[in-house]
Structure formats: structure tokens, C-alpha cells
């Protein structure tokens, strides 16, 4: 079902230069975003980018020392958000980049608000094009152990996230 919720320019334009990896000096770099949220504005007709709600790659080993842990903290424990989330990983092979679309709808968040973003996600998605990754997560348990961001991006063949080891109940 569908909300008649629409996405914001903005959006499309976070999106766009997340997913393109065209940048020449390491100032631009910096100013990449590593992750972002966005959420429903107040009249919750548009999906936005949300205000001071990202991690750009400049920040990582300044103020940001664990990238995948600092976004956790960025998600609202009691309200939906939608997020993109670029994950630096390695398989046994090769290193990785993904962009990940996530669906945040924490199980104490109310049932409105997880109505409304459910039927809005499509609108988000459709505008993401050549997303590999989606998750959706209900709660905080699920997000915070790194190894099921891993398992969405590649089963247990990834050996790291974010430069850190990851260990695998066998």
C-alpha cells in the first residue's frame, strides 16, 4: 500500500553521491558521507535527509572511531528511520564497498510511525536504484552485533567490517 509520500530532491542527491565513487582530492573524500538517516519531515508528506543524522568519511579516525558502532548510536530507539549505510568489508578474496539500505522500525517505536514508514519505503527504494543490500531491523540486538551486517553483505565469507575481525560461531 502505498502513503502518497514523496522523496525530497535531497534525498536523491545524498543517494547519488554515495553511490558514485568519482572523487579526485582527499578533501572531497572527506566530505563523502559514510552513512546518513533519513526520516519523514512534520507534516509527513516527504522523506528527507535528517538534520546533523550522518558520519562523513572525513570523520572516521577523528571523531569517529568505530564507523559501524557511531551509526548505531545515530538511530532513534523509539521511532522509524530509513538509512544508507556504505560498508567497507573484506571477504577472503577481495575488499569491498556496499551500499546498504536499512528500514529501522525498532519494536517499541509506534504503530502509526511503522505504518507510515512501511508504506513510504517503497517511494525511498524505488529512487535508490542499484541497491544490492536491504535490511530491515526492529530492534537494537539485531543491529549492534556486526556479524549480521556481515551475513546481508556475504554469508560468513566476510572476514572483516570496518577493518575489524570478525568471529564467527562455528
Not at 17 to 28: A, Q
Request: glycine residues 4%; proline residues 2%.
Amino acid at each position: 500500500m502505498a502513503s502518497g509520500v514523496t522523496v525530497h530532491d535531497e534525498v536523491i542527491k545524498v543517494f547519488n553521491d554515495m553511490k558514485v565513487r568519482k572523487y579526485s582530492s582527499p578533501e572531497e573524500v572527506k566530505k563523502r558521507k559514510k552513512a546518513v538517516l533519513f526520516c519523514l519531515s512534520d507534516d509527513k508528506k516527504q522523506i528527507i535527509v535528517e538534520d546533523a543524522r550522518e558520519i562523513l568519511v572525513g570523520d572516521i579516525g577523528e571523531s569517529v572511531q568505530d564507523p559501524y558502532a557511531s551509526f548505531v548510536k545515530l538511530l532513534p530507539l523509539t521511532d522509524c528511520r530509513y538509512a544508507l549505510y556504505d560498508a567497507t568489508y573484506e571477504t577472503k578474496e577481495s575488499k569491498k564497498e556496499d551500499l546498504v539500505f536499512i528500514f529501522w522500525a525498532p519494536d517499541v517505536a509506534s504503530l502509526k510511525s511503522k505504518m507510515i514508514y512501511a508504506s513510504s519505503k517503497d517511494a525511498i527504494k524505488k529512487k535508490f536504484t542499484g541497491i544490492k543490500h536491504e535490511w530491515q531491523v526492529n530492534g537494537l540486538e539485531e543491529i549492534q552485533d556486526r556479524i549480521t551486517l556481515a551475513e546481508k553483505l556475504g554469508g560468513n565469507v566476510v572476514v572483516s567490517l570496518e577493518g575489524i575481525s570478525l568471529q564467527y560461531d562455528n
